[in-house]
């Protein structure tokens, strides 16, 4: 470009560097940071460091937290005999909002894919065999995504919990509630008729 | 939702903060942030701060520059007889990305809103009829964007420029090139007919 603003370009290039942020966007977001108060922008700049100087992983069930233990794991109403194993953090905060789950959970931080060179030592996974060894837990739920690399690691999993006597399950596949039948695909549909239940 | 990690929760809502950034994208940018490593979460950090400390209204466009006078402005081999006004900073990267644009600007910081309360001295109208007086200004061409808010803003500063003697001038409209004609619409259609020229 022709001309350019050093400190201004440089926030765009930090907007940009964002996943799901082009250049536009990352323009529009660093304009709107200049027009806001002195007092916003800082506080929007301490909320990154001190998000980022706080918050590691509970050394129980590895997900994120500023604690040492997290807010469920240190939860005594929490059911520990069954342990919901899942990908990201944030698949904790989605089963967390059914309301319905009482159990524990630990955070896998990823999915094995040789592809990208993920191999099960980048993934929480010894730390969840760990687990194992108190004899509390009775059912880990594998809650990885529906993908080929969840499934790949769902299964690993289960292969290696299985010898320690625990039963391993998996959640439900289906048509979504509130779906339209017409648009399910075909495997969802097939695992959906061989998922069926008695009404 | 019934649980939160407290740092974590704050640097999504500065996220959700802004504009077009809603909660699922929040979520995943602050997990983003948090597996930087630290120095790039600071580097993040800064260049905020830094952005918002260091940029300023040039003095003599009201363009954005981290310099008293803008790189355009202090620009000795530009045609300072002609003023470019445009409503938004961005608004002048993309006339500097045509590369053929040798003229001065005036970033007006919006455009004339009554619906919004945006009213002429909430824009930098003052400081553009204040450039009129050193005589040098030959034309004026009113680049606020083809909405009913860009051309009223065009047209009310035109009353006020026209009678000190300055020639005003409006961008040109008609069909964007490489567009299909078949998806323009019938205003485009009709400023293009109205606008021909000799080929």
Redo the contacts between chains.
């Keep these: 470009?022709?001309?350019s603003?050093?400190?201004?370009s440089?926030?765009i290039?930090?907007f940009e560097s964002?996943?799901?942020?082009g250049h536009k966007?990352a323009?529009?977001?660093?304009?709107?940071?200049?027009h806001?108060p002195?007092e916003s922008?800082?506080?929007?700049?301490?909320?990154?460091?001190?998000?980022?100087e706080?918050?590691k992983y509970c050394s129980v069930c590895c997900n994120?937290?500023?604690r040492e233990v997290?807010?469920?794991c240190a939860d005594a109403t929490r059911d520990r005999s069954i342990i919901c194993v899942v990908e990201?953090?944030?698949d904790v905060?989605a089963l967390?909002?059914t309301?319905e789950f009482n159990a524990a959970y630990h955070v896998l931080h990823g999915c094995l894919s040789p592809m990208d060179g993920v191999g099960p030592e980048h993934l929480k996974i010894r730390e969840l065999v760990e687990r194992m060894k108190s004899g509390e837990v009775k059912e880990v739920i594998m809650a990885t995504n529906p993908t080929a690399e969840g499934e790949t690691t769902a299964m690993y999993i289960s292969r290696l919990l299985k010898p320690l006597g625990v039963s391993v399950t998996r959640l439900a596949y289906g048509i979504p509630v509130g779906g339209d039948l017409e648009y399910a695909d075909e495997i969802t549909l097939k695992r959906a008729i061989e998922g069926r239940s008695e009404m």
């Design positions: 470009m022709a001309y603003i050093v400190p201004l440089r926030l290039e930090q964002l996943p799901g942020i966007t323009q529009r977001l660093a304009l709107h940071i200049l806001l002195r922008a800082n506080a929007f700049a301490n909320a990154i460091t001190e998000a980022h706080k918050i994120l937290t500023d997290c807010s469920v990201d953090p944030r905060f967390e909002r309301r």
